[in-house]
């Protein structure tokens, strides 16, 4: 703590850290009758070591400034470049036999209506970029109720169907590489169709008239990103310059199931 004065025990290179009084307990000493720590003295302003400041000691303590993480060794950053944004929609259909609804709607049947109501918070995205194209394959689960008349009946009745209906959708993005990001919103219904009387093969192998077609049109955004890295000088480079680099094998992709 520095080198300690040959005289004085509180003497050093730096000074002294109270006067002699003060050492000897005269006084005006700490410990005196004036003193702080006297019981039967009144409290008294805060002179220490012959100081000058007749204020109240007030003492605001402050935690030593944490360094939370280490100083950056570099003025460049990591961003996402925006390869293409696109509005785009998808169709989820099926054609469904009668025989697949609960109960079985008899064959020759008039159908009345059909209520479709699609699950959207259920839906299935499986997504993958090839080179130029954005190719998007999921499941929508729907609940059907279709009203229908059987022949020769003039009572409506009623049979319901739940299942998921299939959509798929490869979108052109000029530009994008397999090692892009897909960013894509919740999808939007923008509107549901049925056709019944579709064609469709029966059981025997016959080809009737006994089904529904289901159609399900879907909106949503597409936007394709890519992590790049941007200077001082807003110079900007790919972080991984063969993301494009064509491969002789096309790719082919296994998805999940939901």
């Not at 410990?31 to 302003?45: A, Q, V």
């Not at 400041?53 to 003492?59: H, I, R, T, Y």
């Not at 229908?148 to 049979?159: D, E, M, Q, V």
């Not at 491969?247 to 992709?253: E, F, R």
Request: a neutral charge; aromatic letters at 4%; charged letters at 15%.
């Amino acid at each position: 703590m520095g080198n300690l004065g040959s005289k004085d025990p509180m003497n050093s290179i730096w000074g002294s850290a109270c006067s002699d009084s003060d050492l000897g307990f005269g006084s005006d000493s700490r410990f005196g009758n004036n003193s702080r720590f006297d019981p039967h003295s009144n409290k008294k302003s805060c002179k220490v070591c012959k100081s000058q400041d007749a204020s109240v000691c007030k003492c605001n303590f402050r935690a030593p400034e944490r360094q939370l993480a280490a100083p950056l060794n570099s003025d460049c950053v990591l961003v996402n470049s925006v390869v293409g944004s696109k509005a785009v929609q998808k169709v989820a259909e099926a054609t469904l036999p009668f025989t697949a609804f609960t109960p079985a709607i008899p064959a020759g049947s008039t159908i009345v209506s059909v209520a479709v109501t699609p699950n959207l918070a259920g839906v299935t995205r499986n997504t993958t970029i090839i080179r130029d194209k954005v190719v998007n394959i999921g499941l929508i689960p729907v609940t059907i109720v279709v009203t229908f008349l059987a022949p020769g009946s003039t009572t409506p009745a009623t049979a319901t169907l739940s299942t998921s209906l299939p959509f798929q959708e490869h979108t052109d993005f000029p530009g994008a590489c397999p090692e892009d990001t897909v960013i894509e919103p919740a999808l939007v219904v923008e509107g549901i169709f049925a056709q019944p009387g579709v064609p469709v093969i029966g059981t025997t192998g016959l080809v009737t008239p006994n089904a529904i077609l289901v159609k399900i049109v879907l909106r949503t955004t597409i936007t394709v990103t890519r992590q790049v890295i941007v200077d001082s000088h807003g110079g900007i480079c790919d972080v991984n310059e063969r993301r494009c680099e064509t491969t002789t094998t096309p790719p082919t992709s296994t998805l999940p199931a939901p």
